[in-house]
């Protein structure tokens, strides 16, 4: 079945990096744009980065640019999300969504915590 895993969230200083993964599973990954949302608590789930089907193209929120990179192995079926300069505001549920004209589909989340 289709399974999209997150993973490598955790509780991280002020300034610091982490990468986040997201394993795909049960579906062709290299026809399915990907992308990162997070959700903070008690606010809307919003977009942080979109990559093509092929890497060729990536799009950030405002918030992001400059300081996360998406990319992606459609060999190795995931996708990644490499944060730095974390700051407090970055804490959420960081969730990952596969999309294609005809389906989409959304990971569990991984929890990000910025603090010191």
């Known amino acids: 079945q289709v399974q999209l895993v997150e993973s490598g969230g955790g509780l991280v200083q002020p300034g610091g990096s982490l990468r986040l993964s997201c394993a795909a599973s049960g579906f062709i990954f290299s026809n399915y744009a990907m992308s990162w949302y997070r959700q903070a608590l008690g606010k809307e789930r919003e977009v942080v980065a979109g990559?093509?089907?092929?890497?060729?193209?990536?799009s950030y929120a405002d918030s992001a640019k400059g300081r996360f990179t998406i990319s992606r192995d459609n060999a190795a079926n995931t996708v990644y999300l490499q944060m730095n300069s974390l700051k407090p505001e970055d804490t959420a549920v960081y969730y990952c969504?596969?999309?294609?004209?005809?389906?989409?589909?959304w990971g569990r989340g991984t929890q990000v915590t910025v603090s010191s």
């Open positions: 969504k596969a999309t294609t004209y005809r389906a989409t589909y």
């Open positions: 990559i093509t089907t092929d890497g060729g193209s990536t």
